[in-house]
Nanobody, 118 residues
Framework: VQLQASGGGLVQAGDSLRLPCVAS????????VGWFRRAPGQERAFVAR????????FYATSVKGRFTISRDTAKNTVYLQMNSLEPEDTAVYYC????????????WGQGTQVTVSS
């Protein structure tokens, strides 16, 4: 599976962005997908994940209620809708995939920069 994340940009606090993660390869619908981010000077951190069927989602506490993860199986795409963005959300955002039975994220996209100005 190859992943392509995009949609980043420079926005103001309170704005919204939607990040798509487009996958190529077979059987993407059988993979769990997660979003992670790396802020300047910090370790990569979990943001959100969605299971293979789209029936289960989980968020980091810092984004719960503001971010929404969803998937469009027909388009092989997982979205991260980010609302009420804060300067603390500034980071490079990565999408990742793993098979439903795996515990480690085996496939990673290249990252997209999100910068939120105050």
């Amino acid at each position: 599976v190859q992943l392509q994340a995009s949609g980043g940009g420079l926005v103001q606090a309170g704005d919204s962005l939607r990040l798509p993660c487009v996958a190529s390869g077979r059987a993407f619908s059988s993979y769990d997908v997660g979003w992670f981010r790396r802020a300047p000077g910090q370790e990569r951190a979990f943001v959100a994940r969605i299971n293979w069927s789209g029936g289960s989602v989980f968020y980091a506490t810092s984004v719960k209620g503001r971010f929404t993860i969803s998937r469009d199986t027909a388009k092989n795409t997982v979205y991260l809708q980010m609302n009420s963005l804060e300067p603390e959300d500034t980071a490079v955002y990565y999408c990742a995939a793993r098979t439903a039975s795996a515990t480690m994220w085996s496939y990673w996209g290249q990252g997209t920069q999100v910068t939120v100005s105050s």
